[in-house]
């Protein structure tokens, strides 16, 4: 039994270039990629682990461009097996749009809003999984205790958490407390890097989100996992995506002169898109009309699809979505954008605008905005601007 095991594909995300066409095709080509490599590899079965979309409500657009490429599994005889995390779950009454791919006869939801077992028969054989979707981890230690193990020869923990192996804040569980062992592997989704270890013969693994969306994420390397269930232990292989988009990053510039000569060493590999690139600078400065010139240039020969600046004392940063720029229309997102001229700082300003009736969400922001210091250093500049 061989399954192919994928995560956080947020199609319909356009990050970091926010309204930018072109980003937003990139998440959908390199699903496509993931599609044709479990066809080409004759899997049992594609298992997703949840933010399948970036959004509860995605775009006509986004499902135009997932519903064609889960036809070509449907086609061969695979089914794609998913479950919600938190950017696909329903925000209160609404519905999951993971429900409208299974309506289409696309997906199986295998959990949306609650954890859920299952026994699924599969092309050589039954897989029992037991599904948990994302849920905020200090409603998920309820659930922990009730995680039902299914009753079947080859077992699966799929799951959309942040492990407390991981280190990192807002976790949900450790592999003791998941009872990782009872499984023959553990499927995860929600952490958007490559990240594995072994508990005695059983992988737990995240294969990382296939596009990275901000700078952090940013790897030269991502991936998708076929696991291979036939043997007594399960066999995993590490299968590189070549689709996804390349961010280049230079850092540490002094100065204009110092730029041209790091920009003179940039090239793009032959068969890759143009990167996306983050210009850093050391020093404050002086000439940014300089500076964009550059940059424009470069993105008009296509050697970069776009850029993005920073730079200490006046923080600017800057994103511009070139395609768009004649026809854009006005809405709040430009508006707020233009207003605040920083990138961070309206995707900021537009959560607190958009959850405004959520003191939860608020909340969350503000708390956000303690942890980082350069963000309200940002913010106070620009209150003080104005
Ligand atoms: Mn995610």
Redesign the pocket.
């Known amino acids: 039994m061989l399954f192919l095991h994928v995560s956080?594909t947020?199609l319909g995300s356009s990050k970091p270039l926010s309204g930018s066409k072109a980003r937003e095709l990139d998440f959908y080509d390199v699903f496509d990629e993931v599609v044709d490599i479990a066809v080409r590899e004759r899997v049992d079965a594609v298992i997703h682990c949840?933010?399948l979309f970036d959004n509860y409500e995605p775009s006509p657009r986004t499902y135009y461009h997932t519903v064609k490429s889960l036809k070509k599994l449907s086609a061969a005889g695979i089914p794609f097996l998913v479950i919600a995390?938190g950017?696909d779950q329903p925000k209160r009454a609404e519905m999951s749009p993971l429900k409208v791919l299974e309506e289409v006869g696309v997906a199986k939801a295998l959990a949306i809003s609650e954890p859920a077992t299952h026994v699924v028969s599969l092309r050589s054989g039954e897989l029992g999984i037991t599904a948990v979707p994302y849920s905020p981890p200090n409603a998920f230690s309820g659930w922990i205790g009730r995680l039902k193990r299914p009753e079947a020869g080859r077992k699966i923990l799929v799951a959309h958490i942040m492990l407390k192996e991981l280190n990192l804040p807002e976790s949900h569980a450790s592999l003791d407390e998941l009872k990782a062992v009872e499984y023959d592997y553990v499927a995860l989704?929600?952490y958007?890097m490559k990240y594995s270890i072994r508990r005695n013969s059983t992988p737990i693994v995240y294969p990382g989100?296939t596009e990275a969306q901000d700078r952090r994420e940013a790897s030269d390397e991502r991936f998708v996992t076929l696991v291979d269930l036939s043997t007594r232990e399960a066999v995993v292989s590490w299968v590189k995506l070549s689709r996804f988009r390349r961010f280049v990053i230079v850092e540490g510039v002094r100065d204009l002169g110092d730029l041209d000569r790091r920009l003179a060493k940039l090239v793009t590999g032959v068969d890759e898109k143009p990167a996306i690139l983050y210009v850093e600078f050391s020093e404050p400065v002086k000439r940014w009309d300089g500076v964009r010139s550059r940059l424009n240039e470069l993105v008009r020969r296509g050697v970069i699809l776009n850029y993005k600046l920073s730079a200490p004392g006046i923080a600017e940063s800057e994103e511009r979505v070139y395609e768009d720029l004649r026809e854009a229309p006005l809405s709040l997102e430009s508006v707020v954008y233009e207003a605040s001229g920083d990138p961070e700082v309206a995707e900021l300003l537009l959560e607190i605008i958009r959850n405004s009736g959520n003191r939860e969400a608020v909340e969350k922001i503000v708390n956000e905005l303690l942890e980082r210091e350069r963000l309200v250093e940002k913010i106070e500049k620009l209150v003080r601007k104005k």
Do not use: L, T
């Open positions: 956080d947020h949840g933010d995390g950017h989704g929600h958007h989100s």
